[in-house]
């Protein structure tokens, strides 16, 4: 199943500027252009781009997920880890692939790749995400 | 790339952890849990599986490095990172498998995937990192 979101994503991510590509249940795929804005002060795509963008791209893979489930609220990330093991540079389109590999109650966890132009490895992220179910905002 | 030269960490066997496959590029380890390996709820304890990656992680690494490579510039592992997905109980079979994400000249990183023999559950999944240490630089 490949169908767009029905939303952008929240500001910070517009901002950010990763593109939601693909996804089905549990998956999702989104690209970046990396743009000047985005590097360091020595050309390399700084980390917090890389974070943002895997971010973005387990939000999509959950809401894949939990498009057909009205019980789930919301979810956001409580932590993630990033191996950074190939730096990117400006022009280079950087693809982040999520798996959700543990939907649980309370918690989900996910895996993310972020592939290189050539398809190497460029990071490696797991981040675990608190999975709201049934309760309104102001019960939380 | 052969198992000669490779030896298994005497706490790793002190557990219990049986090496299964030692080939370039994929480590795995076994072990069959048993009371000794729980915690107070009867579930393996974290710290097993966590033994278990860094061992099989170790190794992998070495496996692609080369042994007389490790011997000369040994690595050592700096930081390592796991999710408890799942759990096993005494009785269960698990199994460990560490693959290496990348080597550079100092650092590499490698993932660890612990898995429930019996029905194939993915119960923890781990990265960790390791330094190169080049003696006399």
Redesign the interface.
Known sequence: MTEPLPDKGSAWSRYVGGVYYEGSAGFGRLYLDVKEHHTNKDGSVHGGVIASLMDSAVGAALHNLFRDQPDVTGYSSVEMNVSFLRGARMGDRLTAEARIIKEGKTLAVADVDVLSPSGELAAKGRLTYCVFRGARESER | MTLEGHRQSPFVELIGGRLEVWEEGLVRLSLTVEERHTNPHGVMHGGVLTTLMDEALGGVIASVRGMETMWEAPHATVDM?V?F??NARAGDEIAVEGRV??IGRSVA?G?AEAHRKRDGA?IA?G?F?FTIIRRGE
Do not use: A, I
């Open positions: 990172n999710s997905l799942s994400l990348k990183f993932e993915l999944k990265r990192t």
